[in-house]
Nanobody
Framework: QVQLVESGGGLVQAGGSLRLSCAAP??????LGWFRQAPGSEREFVAS???????FYGNPVKGRFTISRDYARNTMYLQMNSLKPEDTAVYYC???????????????????WGQGTQVTVAS
C-alpha cells in the first residue's frame, strides 16, 4: 500500500526555521505537494514540485519556503525559513499520479495524502 509519511514538525520561535520531510516511496513519478490547515481554516496550498522539478508556491510563503525532492531517497522536503505565527498549522504532503494537465494549487489534484505534522510558531 502506497503511503506518505511526514516528519519534522515541532515548536519554533518566530523568525526560526524548520525542515519538513515527506517519505514518498513509490511516488517517483508523482507530482508532490504541501498543504496546511490551521484550526478553523480551510486547507491551504503551500508548495508543489512536479515530476520534472518545476516548483510552485502559495503567496504567503514565497521567498521564505523552499520545496525540493530527493529521488534517490524517495523524499520530499519543505525548508521553512523566517517562520511567522501565522504559519502555525498541520502540514500535509500530497501526491498526484494522474496524467494530464496539472493544477498544483488545487487539493483535488492530489490522490494521496499523508497524516500531517504539526508546526507551531511561537511569537
Amino acid at each position: 500500500q502506497v503511503q506518505l509519511v511526514e516528519s519534522g514538525g515541532g515548536l519554533v520561535q518566530a523568525g526560526g526555521s524548520l525542515r519538513l520531510s515527506c517519505a514518498a516511496p513509490g511516488f517517483s513519478n508523482a507530482a508532490l505537494g504541501w498543504f496546511r490547515q490551521a484550526p478553523g481554516s480551510e486547507r491551504e496550498f503551500v508548495a508543489s514540485i512536479t515530476r520534472s522539478g518545476s516548483t510552485f508556491y502559495g503567496n504567503p510563503v514565497k521567498g521564505r519556503f523552499t520545496i525540493s525532492r530527493d529521488y534517490a531517497r524517495n523524499t520530499m522536503y519543505l525548508q521553512m525559513n523566517s517562520l511567522k505565527p501565522e504559519d502555525t498549522a498541520v502540514y500535509y504532503c500530497a501526491a498526484d499520479l494522474s496524467s494530464g494537465e496539472f493544477y498544483p494549487y488545487s487539493q483535488d489534484q492530489y490522490e494521496y495524502w499523508g497524516q500531517g505534522t504539526q508546526v507551531t510558531v511561537a511569537s
